[in-house]
């Protein structure tokens, strides 16, 4: 009875079923329990006669259509992922499931601890508090998110391989980020980026005091300037005259080149 609240479970010992829930996710799953417990407060709606308690995928979906008709009928809000879920015994699914019905049927809250946008019925909490070197592989991932069962309720092979492409590449993004959680577990070496140097910021400007961006960059166009002058270089002036004969650089007649004297 792992997974559910401790004031559900005094709910359900307090209805006295015909069989003691001994694990949520194999007991609920042919949803004969669950019409013996809408029984109690639903008598005349609920028949046990018309419900049977069997292990086999066919007594199973016999079971939940007449539930979901009776769902429907009475207007109650549990959602068909949940039930799917519970069918093929996904982790949480069965116990979410009790929640909303014990939610229902007394019109009381259960307290949440984590709230889910969407209802997660993968085995994603379990593998993350295993050791890295225990987790599962990606064919075991398939094998423990795909149940058998799915394959013959939903006979679509597209669909199927959609399922199996999905588990995949939800362990494809969980091992990337274990390797940029730990890098040193999987050798990675930093790359060049991450080598280089990084300059300090300039800390003599004040850049509170420039409101205007064209006043910050003439500022540190004039620092630049003045850390280029050096008063102990001196330059001469070269005159360089053009080669007779030779009319192809007209504007370099005359014209005066710098050079350092150290």
Same mark, same amino acid.
């Given at each position: 009875?792992?997974?559910?609240?401790?004031?559900?479970?005094?709910?359900?010992?307090?209805?006295?079923?015909?069989?003691?829930?001994?694990?949520?996710?194999?007991?609920?799953?042919?949803?004969?329990?669950?019409?013996?417990?809408?029984?109690?407060?639903?008598?005349?709606?609920?028949?046990?006669?018309?419900?049977?308690?069997?292990?086999?995928?066919?007594?199973?979906?016999?079971?939940?259509?007449?539930?979901? /008709?009776?769902?429907?009928?009475?207007? !109650?809000? @549990?959602?068909?992922?949940?039930? +799917?879920?519970?069918?093929?015994?996904? =982790? #949480?699914?069965?116990?979410?499931?009790?929640?909303?019905?014990?939610?229902?049927?007394?019109?009381?809250?259960?307290?949440?601890?984590?709230?889910?946008?969407?209802?997660?019925?993968?085995?994603?909490?379990?593998?993350?508090?295993?050791?890295?070197?225990?987790?599962?592989?990606?064919?075991?991932?398939?094998?423990?998110?795909?149940?058998?069962?799915?394959?013959?309720?939903?006979?679509?092979?597209?669909?199927?391989?959609?399922?199996?492409?999905?588990?995949?590449?939800?362990?494809?993004?969980?091992?990337?980020?274990? /390797?940029?959680?730990?890098?040193?577990? !999987?050798? @990675?070496?930093?790359?060049?980026? +991450?080598?280089?140097?990084?300059?300090? =910021? #300039?800390?003599?400007?004040?850049?509170?005091?420039?409101?205007?961006?064209?006043?910050?960059?003439?500022?540190?166009?004039?620092?630049?300037?003045?850390?280029?002058?050096?008063?102990?270089?001196?330059?001469?002036?070269?005159?360089?005259?053009?080669?007779?004969?030779?009319?192809?650089?007209?504007?370099?007649?005359?014209?005066?080149?710098?050079?350092?004297?150290?």
């Amino acid at each position: 009875m792992s997974g559910l609240p401790r004031e559900i479970l005094k709910w359900i010992q307090s209805l006295d079923l015909t069989h003691t829930v001994r694990n949520t996710r194999r007991d609920f799953s042919n949803g004969y329990l669950v019409a013996e417990i809408f029984s109690w407060y639903f008598p005349q709606e609920v028949t046990m006669h018309s419900y049977e308690n069997g292990t086999s995928l066919k007594t199973k979906l016999g079971n939940w259509e007449q539930l979901q /008709r009776f769902f429907l009928n009475q207007g !109650f809000d @549990i959602p068909k992922d949940i039930v +799917e879920g519970t069918i093929h015994c996904k =982790p #949480r699914a069965a116990a979410m499931l009790i929640e909303k019905v014990y939610t229902i049927l007394t019109n009381r809250s259960v307290k949440v601890t984590v709230i889910e946008d969407e209802p997660d019925f993968s085995d994603r909490r379990y593998q993350t508090q295993l050791p890295a070197h225990a987790r599962s592989t990606a064919s075991m991932a398939i094998k423990n998110n795909l149940a058998n069962t799915e394959l013959v309720t939903d006979p679509d092979r597209i669909l199927c391989q959609q399922k199996a492409q999905s588990i995949i590449n939800n362990h494809i993004e969980h091992r990337r980020q274990e /390797r940029t959680d730990d890098p040193k577990r !999987f050798g @990675i070496r930093p790359t060049l980026g +991450e080598l280089c140097p990084r300059l300090a =910021p #300039r800390q003599n400007i004040d850049h509170k005091k420039y409101k205007d961006k064209e006043e910050l960059v003439n500022q540190m166009l004039e620092e630049d300037s003045s850390m280029t002058k050096d008063p102990s270089q001196q330059f001469t002036e070269i005159q360089v005259n053009q080669l007779p004969g030779n009319n192809m650089y007209p504007s370099m007649h005359n014209s005066a080149f710098y050079s350092t004297v150290r």
